[in-house]
Structures are given as C-alpha cells and as structure tokens.
C-alpha cells in the first residue's frame, strides 16, 4: 500500500473555526482562497496518521465518492483518529485528505450512518 500526502491537502493540520493567536494558513493550488488557521491539536496528532492506516479498527465510506474513513483504535486520554483517504486516478496510490479526532458520540454517529455500509482497507 502506498499513501501521498499532497502539499495542497492543509487540513491535516488546521482548522476552519478561528483559533486565538494561531498563524493563518493559505491553502496553495487551485483552492488558494481557502484560508484555515494553524491547529496545534491537530498538527500534534499527525504522528497518528500513519498507525491508524496501519492498524484500522473500522472502515466506512468517506463522502468523497471512492473515498474512505479509516478510524483507528480508542485512545487513552485523547480522541479517536479518522484519517479519509481517497485513491489516487491512476497508479495504485493512496493520498490522505484529512485527519481529524472524533468523539465516542461522533463516532456512534458514523456507525448509525453507515449501518450496513463496509468499505474494504487496505484495499
């Protein structure tokens, strides 16, 4: 399996909703008008990406058609990781969109949704 990390592909580590004193992030490419702001919650969480793809403890269609949401493991004091993965139009490659940690009430949620909606990763 191989996974991209696109430059263009900055909300793995900023957020949407304003945060007090955070750097501005212009996302670059052909969504240059997309500005977020620098999350050091999320931005610490990266180190997670990877074991989550690695180690999934559930798989569900992503919105993104063909996508998929790999969440990972509970954690011990820290949110769920949801990592959603899209693949690649040509050549056997992954690239990851986002990464985000949910809460056992949104993840509850996702199950509801999904129900009866498998999707297969790695693939």
Same mark, same amino acid.
């Given at each position: *399996?191989? +996974?991209?990390?696109? /430059? $263009? $592909?900055?909300?793995?580590? %900023?957020?949407?909703? /304003?945060?007090?004193? !955070? $750097?501005? +992030?212009?996302?670059?490419?052909?969504?240059? @008008?997309?500005?977020? &702001?620098?999350?050091? %919650?999320? !931005?610490?969480?990266?180190?997670?990406?990877?074991? %989550? =793809?690695?180690?999934?403890?559930?798989?569900?269609?992503?919105? %993104?058609? @063909?996508?998929?949401?790999?969440? #990972?493991? /509970?954690?011990?004091?820290?949110?769920? *990781?949801?990592? +959603?993965?899209? /693949? $690649?139009?040509?050549? #056997?490659?992954? &690239?990851?969109?986002?990464? &985000? #940690?949910?809460?056992?009430?949104?993840?509850?949620?996702? =199950?509801?949704?999904?129900?009866?909606?498998?999707? @297969?990763?790695?693939?």
């Amino acid at each position: *399996m191989r +996974v991209r990390f696109n /430059p $263009e $592909e900055i909300h793995l580590f %900023t957020d949407s909703n /304003p945060i007090e004193g !955070a $750097e501005l +992030v212009g996302r670059p490419g052909k969504h240059a @008008r997309e500005v977020r &702001y620098f999350d050091r %919650t999320r !931005a610490r969480a990266l180190d997670r990406v990877l074991d %989550t =793809l690695r180690n999934p403890a559930r798989v569900l269609p992503a919105k %993104t058609p @063909r996508a998929v949401c790999v969440y #990972g493991p /509970p954690q011990s004091g820290s949110p769920r *990781m949801c990592v +959603v993965v899209g /693949p $690649e139009s040509a050549g #056997g490659c992954w &690239y990851v969109r986002t990464a &985000y #940690g949910v809460s056992a009430e949104d993840f509850a949620k996702a =199950l509801r949704v999904a129900a009866g909606k498998g999707a @297969r990763w790695p693939p």
